[in-house]
């Protein structure tokens, strides 16, 4: 059984004149680690939303058509029970804050839980290291950097080790070196315990190569939904204005210019720089 | 012309954010300001509009001491856009929003209209002029923020993080102003995270760690530069990082973008098929 699935999912905002997502229907399996891309405005946050019971519990509006995650029918779940099983990471970390330190706001969704003490220190420190934060752990999170907000949020959610883990647009605050840490940590954790990652992104020049099922939608609806290696590759996702990874891009081009490369689309530099050699040693 | 001397700045909360930093920065020049979280980007802009004053050193705007002068004053020639749009919303309306500044400053009605109707088509905001800003999603609020302040044309623009929430062909867009800016030897100064979309626009880059700036050059010297990108947290362009790859073949090291890598790429295929 799909862990997140959705049929005819269109949803309406309270004050928005039309549906912001139509006719979603999409299955996301267990252990997947999802990529969810396309243009600004075309619905990624409010998929999110109904992803956690956000909408329709806290947005209200009208939903239509039906949705299931981790087994549960999100209509009939409280947001507390929602939030036992799908982590939300959101695109603006500030609004996700709000305990006097970090390390509160990292202990929180534990404390909720019930953890015992001991159990709850473990997980906080190790989700605080790993983001990369521990330092700071007793700063107020509105006295820090905006990067340093959404490790915090990210953090948050870690602790929790929800069976689904969402991040709505998580490089845009991160450096770069940082936000692939962090990744490598979300990947290691989608591996060997098969939580599932749902990952809203534009950037994909350092996400690209963990994804192994992409979403792309446009204008509300579902686009593309399928293998990366084909739809990065696809001339639809480029004139859905996707930015295709530039490695993946270099590939186009020079099998345009009938350079022989191997027939597996690249994306990424790893990927593209293996192939090059070959090319190169074959000649 | 932006001067900073050798300024420190430390907040309330005795986190000391600037060591030192001093920089020039002449009319006309395109800059990115780049580094790991926390390393004092933001902190150092909001120095070159005068919302934060140094605790020790200078900051001069065209020769004028920032501590001499209103934020009122300098905010006409140098506009600023926030890492976070919240920050900086406040209207009942797109329209409003962008409006807002031109009123303020005395534009006359005909100019606002025209400037207004400008950055709504600019920004692909047309369809929203009507709607609240909160109502809109994270990509969208950004470049209402980024039009309410391109709108009335300051001579020194300052955008924290600009391409948050953008897609491909928002960037594209926002690359292309920055260039045309750029040709009317207008200041241009960016925060951003987005190598990728650096490697495109190529601008002089300033690397920030821990207070301090620690490398100034071209985007093509810097970001093929894997040492000093590692220091301030930030990997090179993907392009590069190929590159780097194939050190041990007779390619160039500084290459940042897709068409000169084609270009080398296919100069060394043809010369060993010969
Ligand atoms: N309002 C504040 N009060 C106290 N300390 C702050 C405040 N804002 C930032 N700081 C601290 O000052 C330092 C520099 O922060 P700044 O926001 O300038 O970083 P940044 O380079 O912009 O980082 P990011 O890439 O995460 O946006 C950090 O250690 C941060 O925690
Ligand atoms: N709270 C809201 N009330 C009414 N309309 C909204 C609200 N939030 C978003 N919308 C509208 O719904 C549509 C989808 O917004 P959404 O935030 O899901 O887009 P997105 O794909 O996440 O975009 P971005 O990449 O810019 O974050 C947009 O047209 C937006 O204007
Ligand atoms: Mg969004
Ligand atoms: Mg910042």
Redo the contacts with the bound molecule.
């Keep these: 059984m799909s862990i997140i699935k959705t049929e005819n999912l269109t949803y309406t905002y309270p004050s928005g004149t039309k549906p912001s997502i139509r006719d979603v229907s999409i299955k996301i399996e267990k252990g997947e680690f999802v990529l969810i891309t396309g243009p600004s405005g075309c619905g990624k946050t409010t998929l999110c939303r109904c992803f956690n019971g956000l909408i329709p519990h806290f947005y209200q509006g009208e939903l239509k058509g039906e949705i299931t995650v981790a087994g549960l029918r999100i209509s009939e779940q409280p947001i507390y029970e929602m939030a036992k099983n799908v982590g939300l990471v959101f695109q603006n970390p500030e609004n996700q804050l709000f305990a006097l330190s970090v390390e509160k706001d990292v202990a929180f969704g534990l404390e909720n839980l019930g953890v015992p003490r001991e159990e709850m220190r473990k997980r906080v420190d190790w989700a605080l290291n790993l983001t990369g934060i521990y330092d700071?752990r007793e700063?107020a999170p509105?006295?820090?950097?905006?990067?340093?907000q959404q490790r915090v949020a990210i953090a948050s959610v870690l602790a929790m080790q929800p069976e689904i883990i969402v991040l709505d647009e998580p490089t845009s605050?991160l450096?770069p070196l940082g936000a692939k840490k962090i990744f490598e940590v979300i990947y290691d954790l989608n591996r060997k315990l098969r939580i599932t990652v749902v990952l809203v992104e534009h950037r994909l020049d350092l996400t690209a190569r963990y994804a192994n099922h992409i979403i792309v939608m446009d204008d509300g609806k579902i686009a593309l939904d399928g293998d990366p290696r084909k739809i990065l590759g696809s001339e639809e996702a480029r004139l859905i204005g996707v930015g295709i990874p530039k490695p993946t891009r270099l590939y186009q081009i020079l099998q345009k210019d009938r350079v022989s490369l191997s027939n597996t689309i690249p994306l990424s530099s790893d990927e593209m720089a293996a192939m090059l050699r070959e090319a190169l040693k074959n000649q | 012309m932006i001067e900073a001397k050798n300024v420190y700045f430390t907040?309330?909360?005795d986190?000391e954010?600037l060591k030192g930093v001093s920089l020039t920065i002449k009319n006309g020049e395109f800059v990115a300001i780049m580094?790991?979280?926390?390393?004092?980007?933001?902190?150092?802009v909001k120095h070159f509009n005068g919302l934060l004053k140094p605790t020790t050193g200078t900051v001069h705007i065209d020769g004028v001491n920032t501590t001499k002068v209103s934020v009122a004053t300098l905010a006409r020639n140098v506009g600023f856009v926030f890492?976070n749009p919240d920050h900086q919303l406040f209207s009942e309306t797109v329209e409003e929003e962008i409006a807002f500044a031109l009123k303020n400053f005395g534009f006359k009605e005909k100019i606002i209209k025209r400037r207004l109707t400008w950055a709504l088509n600019l920004l692909d905001l047309t369809k929203y002029r009507k709607t609240s800003p909160f109502m809109l999603s994270g990509g969208e609020r950004k470049r209402v923020a980024l039009a309410s302040v391109l709108a009335w044309n300051p001579k020194i623009l300052m955008l924290d993080e600009p391409t948050i929430g953008q897609d491909y062909r928002q960037k594209e867009k926002l690359l292309q102003f920055i260039l045309q800016m750029k040709a009317q030897r207008k200041t241009v100064i960016i925060?951003t995270?987005d190598v990728e979309f650096v490697a495109e626009c190529s601008p002089r880059i300033l690397l920030?760690r821990k207070g301090r700036i620690v490398a100034d050059g071209e985007a093509r010297k810097v970001l093929t530069n894997p040492e000093i990108l590692t220091q301030a947290s930030i990997v090179p362009p993907q392009i590069t990082q190929i590159f780097l790859q194939l050190s041990d073949f007779q390619l160039p090291k500084e290459v940042i973008d897709v068409y000169k890598a084609r270009e080398k790429l296919l100069n060394l295929l043809e010369a060993k098929a010969k």
Excluded: C, W
């Design positions: 700071i700063r509105h006295e820090l950097s905006g990067g340093q605050f450096d | 907040y309330p909360n986190v954010a580094g790991e979280n926390g390393a004092g980007k933001t902190t150092l890492q925060v995270h920030m």
